[in-house]
């Protein structure tokens, strides 16, 4: 299939598209379906992808700057050693899918579903996190400073030695997730010992 940049595709077959060479540029896809797809060390420019379908699709070492994947189903994929740059994940799902080492700079992901997943040691500081589906994700020594996970659902994540400083976070975050050798800030020490019923004097 021929693509060109500055145009949209809606509801189309998208499984044999290969990244090729040159940058995506200013394309929009609606309910598209890129299943099993080789998109490996894709670049995109601006890119909005609405309701898509990447089953089993190989994003690794891709790139992608300043574009949207809302609402899009990320499963069984491979991300690994991709960047996104200013982009929005609003209510995207990534699940069973490899996602390590992955580099997320200024993105929004709200909504978004990660439940389970793997994201040791990996730099989310100051993204957007709100209402972020993170029950039982492994955060193991993640970067979240200032990150804003309000609402977000934590229940058994895995958040020993992540660093929480300046984050927002829920009580319900604080108890519900497992924070042994966490870093936080005096307001989250205080809101945490609230959270576990403690009376701080």
Do not use: K, M, Y
């Given at each position: 299939m021929d693509l060109s940049d500055d145009a949209e595709y809606t509801d189309l077959d998208m499984s044999e598209v290969r990244?090729?060479?040159?940058?995506?540029r200013r394309r929009r896809f609606v309910r598209c379906r890129?299943?099993?797809?080789?998109?490996?060390?894709l670049v995109t420019e601006a890119c909005t992808f609405d309701e898509?379908?990447?089953?089993?699709?190989?994003?690794?070492?891709?790139?992608?700057?300043?574009?949207?994947?809302?609402?899009?189903?990320?499963?069984?994929?491979?991300l690994g050693g991709a960047t996104f740059r200013g982009c929005s994940l609003l209510g995207t799902s990534l699940i069973d899918s490899r996602l390590r080492p992955i580099t997320f700079t200024d993105c929004d992901l709200t909504l978004?579903?990660?439940?389970?997943?793997?994201?040791?040691?990996?730099?989310?500081?100051?993204?957007?996190?709100?209402?972020?589906?993170l029950v039982e994700a492994d955060l193991?020594?993640?970067?979240?400073?200032?990150?804003?996970?309000?609402g977000a659902r934590l229940l058994r994540a895995r958040?020993?030695?992540?660093?929480?400083?300046?984050?927002?976070?829920?009580?319900n975050g604080l108890v519900q997730a497992r924070l042994a050798g966490a870093s936080v800030d005096v307001e989250q020490a205080i809101a945490f010992a609230s959270a576990h019923g403690l009376r701080v004097a």
């Open positions: 990244a090729g060479e040159a940058p995506w890129f299943e099993e797809a080789d998109l490996r060390g898509c379908d990447f089953t089993g699709v190989d994003l690794g070492d891709s790139v992608h700057q300043g574009g949207a994947f809302r609402t899009c189903r990320i499963v069984r994929a491979t978004a579903a990660l439940g389970r997943s793997d994201l040791r040691d990996t730099d989310l500081s100051g993204l957007r996190l709100r209402e972020a589906n193991r020594g993640t970067d979240l400073q200032g990150a804003d996970l309000t958040l020993e030695g992540a660093d929480l400083r300046g984050a927002r976070i829920d009580a």
